[in-house]
Nanobody, 114 residues
């Protein structure tokens, strides 16, 4: 499975962005997918995940502002990010887990200016 993340950019605080993660290859709708992020000088951290049954999970720091969704027909997972804050600035990486194996996308930069 290969993952292509897109949708990052520069936005002012309070603004919105929608990230996309398009999967190709032997993609299973039963996989768990999600997003992590890594800010400069910090460790990569969990942001959100979604299961095949559309159960979602979020980091406390993004609850109520971010929403993860998936379109199995398009093999794409989305991360809608609202009310963005400067501390959301990071490279965002999508991932895919199936049969105990994790695949990562290449990352997309999100920069939130104050």
């Amino acid at each position: 499975v290969q993952l292509q993340a897109s949708g990052g950019g520069l936005v002012q605080a309070g603004g919105s962005l929608r990230l996309s993660c398009a999967a190709s290859g032997s993609v299973s709708s039963l996989a768990v997918q999600g997003w992590h992020r890594q800010a400069p000088g910090k460790q990569r951290e969990f942001v959100a995940s979604i299961t095949s049954g559309d159960n979602t999970n979020y980091a406390e720091s993004v609850k109520g502002r971010f929403a993860i969704s998936r379109d199995n027909a398009k093999k794409t997972v989305y991360l809608q990010m609202n009310s963005l804050k400067p501390e959301d600035t990071a490279v965002y990486y999508c991932w895919y887990i199936r049969y105990g194996r994790t695949e990562w996308g290449q990352g997309t930069q999100v920069t939130v200016s104050s």
